[in-house]
């Protein structure tokens, strides 16, 4: 059973980078089977796609933050990384990771969420 | 990439159907047949309860259907219960390896 966990900094300074960190126990991220996301959910808003990350096919951005985000993995401790550069208030909100289907894309099972607050 | 439409909240008494539309565009829900949808309770990750437009993942109840007709997908509860009060979510694949979510709609049980 797949398990994802998020975990990084509540607090971070404005203009600065928010770091995140997306364990995931019970199926490896190097498997072609699954691509894996990161998503994020403002205070009281909807959702927003952030970015995708494929072993097999690379990794894939939202084009209206791609100049600012990069996402990674490390193989070897089963996690992917976030990183959100120059950060301002509106970037602060829950950032969860999740699995997707390599073929289908949808999202099956998520971590639990990281609130981050972007403010000085 | 603009996101899908959604209406932004809905209601309906236990026992009855209702509907949330999803619309989007002929570059995303129009294109593929990849429209999921997702229930989120208060302070709770997202779940999938629809996937691939009209698909139900193991275990979710067969209260939940979608269907989809040119760029608007639709997700139909019925049965309403109390535990169904939650925001829902669509979702597509837009194309080039990008993804676009609906803004959300809250149901209310009445």
């Known amino acids: 059973q797949v398990q994802l966990q998020e975990s990084g900094p509540g607090l971070v300074q404005p203009s600065e980078t928010l770091s995140l960190t997306c364990t995931v126990s019970?199926?490896?991220?190097?498997?072609?089977?699954?691509?894996w996301g990161w998503i994020r959910q403002p205070p009281g808003k909807g959702l927003e796609w952030i970015g995708s990350?494929?072993?097999?096919?690379?990794?894939f951005y939202n084009p209206s933050l791609k100049s600012r985000v990069a996402i990674s993995a490390d193989t070897s401790k089963n996690h992917l990384s976030l990183n959100l550069t120059s950060v301002t208030a509106a970037d602060t909100g829950v950032y969860f990771c999740?699995?997707?289907?390599?073929?289908?894309?949808?999202?099956?099972?998520w971590g639990q969420g990281n609130l981050v607050t972007v403010s000085s | 990439q603009s996101a899908l439409t959604q209406p932004a909240s809905v209601s309906g008494s236990p026992g009855q159907s209702i509907t949330i539309s999803c619309t989007g565009t002929?570059?995303?829900?129009?294109?593929?047949?990849?429209v999921s949808w997702y229930q989120q309770h208060p302070d709770k990750a997202p779940k999938l309860i629809i996937y691939?437009?009209?698909k139900r993942p193991s275990g979710v109840s067969n209260r939940f259907s979608g269907s989809k007709s040119g760029n608007t997908a639709s997700l139909t509860i019925s049965g309403l219960q109390a535990e169904d009060e939650a925001h829902y979510y669509c979702?597509?694949?837009?194309?080039?390896?990008?993804?676009?979510f609906g803004g959300g709609t809250r149901l209310t049980v009445l």
């Open positions: 999740a699995r997707q289907h390599w073929l289908l894309y949808y999202f099956d099972s």
């Open positions: 019970g199926v490896s991220i190097s498997s072609s089977s699954y691509y």
């Open positions: 990350f494929s072993y097999a096919m690379g990794t």
């Open positions: 002929s570059r995303d829900v129009g294109a593929y047949d990849l």
């Open positions: 691939e437009d009209t």
């Open positions: 979702s597509s694949f837009a194309g080039t390896k990008t993804w676009v």
